[in-house]
């Protein structure tokens, strides 16, 4: 923990960029963190509050290490690193800035912060399971910070991206990635519950990552995730109440030969005990992650009757 008289000491006797990163790494290394917005490890926890948050390029700081650091700006870092590790608050609140499939998104404390691994597979393209060349629509839902639906947008230049949220503080922030990135032509906002209002439509891809929490695992969550938004975490009958919701409705709304991808994290288990008819494919991702499943638009049709 930084106590006091260790601050007033780092105020005063460190100088530069490389001071600070060593003296975030031991801080953080000597609290039980937990590394799990982003990072896995106390080095790169440092390297992302340090760096980011004096604004410089992950990829160019090498040279700059040396430069000293103003005293408000030692003041901003310190405060940074007190936060961090006295109040758990994660860095990318603290910095305002997360990092989703290749691009910087802003985040606070209204939306959940970016993390999924369907960040990979909008990297891909969603391939082999859809042809890039034939997707024209795209819906992402309980859209949070826009970071999914605004990746699908760069991904696939051709497609419209329709975002949907239910909490209009979430909707703020997701409006203000999608004009960071200059897409209110191709990124259309909705407040709705899931589809509820939004027009009869097709979507070639229909994804989401919607609070999947169950209430067991909210007890016991790192505390480090209590600075996110319940409303983007917890989900009632054992996470899968609107993952459940998805799959009743999906079929009006997915195209012939669409897709839906909806990530439920631990209540995988959950969901195949509740459906065992189901052939979900449960995707396998190189940089981690797990409880992302995907269905047809034939198989979401084929199995209406279990899901209603």
Same mark, same amino acid.
């Given at each position: ?7 007033? $000491? ?16 031991? $801080? *953080? ?22 760096? =980011? ?5 992950? /990829? ?7 430069? =000293? ?10 405060? *940074? %690193? ?12 603290? %910095? ?25 597979? %909008? ?7 859809? #042809? ?5 629509? %795209? ?22 991206? #329709? ?5 209009? /503080? ?13 897409? !209110? ?18 979507? #070639? ?22 600075? !996110? ?9 054992? +996470?899968?109440?609107?993952?459940? /919701? ?11 030969? +669409? ?5 439920? +994290? /631990?209540? !995988? ?17 190189? =940089?981690?992650?797990? +409880? ?6 034939? $198989? ?9």
């Amino acid at each position: 923990m930084v106590k006091s008289a260790d601050y007033q $000491q780092a105020l005063t006797e460190l100088k530069t960029i490389r001071d600070m990163l060593r003296f975030a790494v031991t $801080q *953080f290394n000597a609290t039980e963190l937990y590394f799990g917005h982003g990072t896995d490890n106390a080095w790169d926890e440092a390297c992302a509050l340090v760096i =980011r948050g004096l604004h410089l390029p992950f /990829n160019e700081h090498s040279h700059l290490l040396d430069a =000293r650091l103003t005293t408000q700006e030692r003041r901003t870092l310190l405060e *940074f %690193i007190k936060k961090r590790v006295e109040d758990r608050a994660p860095v990318p609140y603290l %910095i305002q800035e997360a990092w989703f499939a290749g691009m910087p998104f802003y985040v606070d404390e209204r939306v959940l912060i970016p993390r999924s691994p369907i960040a990979e597979l %909008i990297e891909q393209q969603f391939t082999p399971w859809i #042809d890039p060349e034939q997707v024209y629509s %795209i819906l992402d839902l309980c859209t949070g910070s826009g970071c999914i639906a605004i990746a699908c947008a760069a991904a696939f230049p051709e497609a419209e991206v #329709d975002a949907v949220d239910l909490a209009e /503080n979430a909707l703020a922030v997701e409006e203000h990635n999608v004009a960071k990135y200059q897409l !209110e032509q191709r990124v259309k906002t909705y407040y709705s519950d899931l589809f509820s209002a939004l027009p009869a439509k097709r979507y #070639d891809i229909i994804v989401s990552n919607p609070p999947y929490v169950a209430d067991a695992e909210m007890q016991v969550l790192p505390a480090e995730y209590r600075h !996110e938004p319940e409303f983007a975490l917890a989900a009632e009958d054992e +996470g899968l109440a609107i993952a459940c /919701n998805i799959l009743r409705q999906a079929a009006d709304y997915l195209s012939e030969n +669409g897709i839906l991808v909806v990530e439920v +994290g /631990n209540s !995988e288990e959950a969901l195949v005990a509740r459906f065992p008819e189901v052939p979900f494919t449960w995707l396998d991702f190189e =940089r981690g992650g797990h +409880g992302v499943f995907l269905l047809t638009a034939e $198989q979401v049709r084929q199995y209406q009757p279990y899901f209603r």
